[in-house]
């Protein structure tokens, strides 16, 4: 029997099983597809980028640089420059002072530019569409595959044990959990991590977990040809987050940046999304953009406060939440992945963050 059970295998799986192995506990991971990563954490564009989102991740954002300039099992970086420019059309300008003051009130540096300014730094702007910009110079590529590999090893040469292919059926609690697959495996364990991303209220609801009101959201991303001299353009989005590109090898990465409510599904992208990107781009740059070289989607879960949940369940024992990454996942990885450990040990949180704003409990009448 294993003291803990991991379920779900993308990065906020993989993190928090690491950390709970390496403090000792005997941990199975059961991942539901054939390979780990297979949805949100394999689709992701991941930028390390503090000036974005809830506080509550900001500071998990912030707590989680030490690991990426220094991971363990990684032989090259992980982290590479890359900077975040967003401008701000007149309509905008308000809402970009205050995440400029927001950004600075939590330590981010930011510079504030001209229009012309945001030219010098990505040529292709329109300077007569844009009114106001800023620049987060720390702002960086993060490597997701070596990441997650990074955890992936580390679990392992604590003796973590990893099962693909098994999507949970059902569970029963006595003592103990009793975790049944689809496959027809029972999975025995005290504590029960539910780290299932999209499907973190399905697995809490076959748990007999009241859910917390997860809602999976749809993410387009796709490939163009990107121009010469293109390749230390710095990550662009408008402040209303209504497009974004950013160079990705040889090619530029773009989104819609939408968030579509969806069920939990293996997400596709959809035509008019991507349409309404290239449309949203070009109107803003000379790109010019007319055809798509691939695309994708993936999903980004949300709790209504739009903060992380990582807890302990108040109502079913031995029941712990790692949900509502929100798109942060990556970033958050390794502080997150702390505190669930820490939380699920009864010690000290390491990282000084208070765990109650992360509580499961908020949502609760």
């Not at 008019?272 to 999903?299: C, F, K, P, Y």
Request: hydrophobic share 40%; net charge negative.
């Amino acid at each position: 029997m294993a003291d803990i059970v991991v379920i779900g295998g993308g990065i906020a799986g993989i993190s928090a099983a690491a950390e709970m192995a390496g403090s000792g506990a005997a941990v199975t991971l059961l991942e539901a597809e054939q390979q780990l990563a297979y949805h949100t954490t394999g689709r992701s564009a991941a930028l390390y980028l503090e000036n974005y989102g809830h506080p509550t991740v900001r500071a998990l954002s912030r707590a989680s640089r030490r690991y990426f300039e220094n991971p363990p099992a990684v032989d090259s970086p992980v982290l590479t420059e890359r900077g975040a420019l967003v401008v701000a059309p007149s309509d905008q300008v308000d809402l970009l002072r205050r995440q400029m003051a927001e950004g600075r009130a939590h330590g981010t540096h930011l510079e504030e530019l001209s229009p012309a300014a945001a030219r010098g730094i990505v040529p292709v702007l329109r300077e007569d569409q844009i009114a106001l910009a800023s620049y987060e110079s720390d702002a960086a590529d993060i490597d997701v595959a070596a990441v997650h590999q990074s955890f992936v090893r580390t679990f392992r040469a604590h003796g973590g044990a990893i099962v693909t292919g098994a999507r949970v059926a059902g569970f029963q609690r006595a003592t103990e959990w009793s975790i049944t697959t689809t496959t027809g495996e029972t999975h025995h364990a005290e504590i029960v991590i539910n780290a299932a991303g999209a499907w973190c209220d399905v697995i809490a609801d076959l748990a007999g977990a009241r859910p917390i009101g997860l809602v999976p959201k749809r993410r387009t991303a796709f490939m163009v040809s990107a121009p010469n001299g293109s390749d230390r353009w710095p990550m662009t989005v408008d402040a209303a987050h209504t497009f974004y590109f950013k160079p990705d090898g040889p090619q530029l990465l773009c989104s819609p940046a939408d968030e579509t409510p969806t069920e939990p599904c293996d997400a596709r992208p959809e035509e008019v999304d991507i349409a309404l990107a290239i449309e949203r781009i070009n109107d803003i740059t000379t790109l010019g953009i007319r055809s798509v070289r691939s695309s994708w989607a993936g999903l980004r879960s949300f709790v209504p406060d739009g903060g992380m949940v990582i807890g302990f369940d108040d109502e079913v024992d031995g029941f712990f939440w790692l949900a509502g990454q929100g798109g942060t996942g990556i970033q958050t990885s390794p502080a997150a992945a702390a505190l669930a450990a820490d939380l699920v040990a009864d010690t000290i949180p390491r990282s000084g963050l208070d765990p109650e704003p992360f509580s499961p409990s908020r949502f609760r009448p």
